[in-house]
């Protein structure tokens, strides 16, 4: 849905067709520890809500391209968000100068093979990579999120450098003084960001086996809402974001506090 996309206080620069924004619409999307809730308009007839989307026009090309690329970047946050946990494991590779590389063409190839080992070793494990390069050294480097791989076979595997970091992720991150939990806002967007047009290719690679997030059905809102009147959180969670979007909705992000989303998890174990 063009939609999902990321929030922004830039000035407004999109047109929305007046004639079709009639109803008022509410969506919910579930990501671990995260409760995505988006207010947006469709058009008074608009039948099939569960496909509905905004009819966004745009002034250039360039904010067409912005556009997706927001897409592209609400969609990977949803899918980190989904997968990984403070049991999950940060890691940083690099090339020593024996097998170091110049070009993504030759990185990928690198990137591929240990990715391959790693899941040959644990066939369960959800890993995503991303390559880059170093600001001051200019080096190519990748950087890696995994669950469900041990250490040493993060280690033991890599063939072609050193590792300078392997580190659980946070069970508590903070942003200006406040707790958000699980929400790996930042994290997210700094290896989304790491891609260069110089690399080509999609920006990150990720194990098939990698869990969506859970979107409910679109309803309609029954309230009038604003970034002063957020929508009820879900029970266990705090509102830590609310924004009126540049591309003409609302966006609000919830997320549970560890205790409370432990024990909502093994809830839903039972």
Known sequence: MLLDV??????????????????????????????????????ENTVKIKESKPRVRFATE??????????????HY??????????????????????EVHTFEEARRLRNNYFDRLRRACPDAVIFIYMGRGKSTHRIHFHMVSE??????IEGKWQDGRII????????????????????WGLANYLFNHWTSEQGGHR???????????????TEAKRNYSTEKPPKPPKGYVLVDAQETQYGYLYFRYVAMPEKYSKIRKKKKE
């Open 6 to 43: 990321g929030s922004t206080k830039e000035p407004l620069h999109i047109e929305i067709d007046q004639r079709c924004v009639m109803k008022r619409l509410k969506r919910r999307i579930f990501s671990g520890a995260v409760c995505e809730q988006i207010v947006y308009n469709v058009g």
């Open 78 to 99: 949803r899918n980190f968000q989904a997968n990984f946990g403070p049991t999950s494991i940060y890691s940083t590779l690099t090339f020593d100068d024996e097998h």
């Open 204 to 218: 990150w690679k990720q194990s098939r086996n990698a869990r969506k997030p859970d979107a409910e059905t679109p």
């Open 165 to 184: 970091r392997m580190d659980y992720l946070r069970e508590h991150n903070f942003v200006n003084g406040q707790d958000r939990g699980q929400d790996y």
């Open 148 to 153: 469900g791989v041990p250490k040493e076979v």
């Open 62 to 75: 360039e904010e067409r391209e912005k556009h997706r690329t927001e897409i592209s970047r609400r969609r």
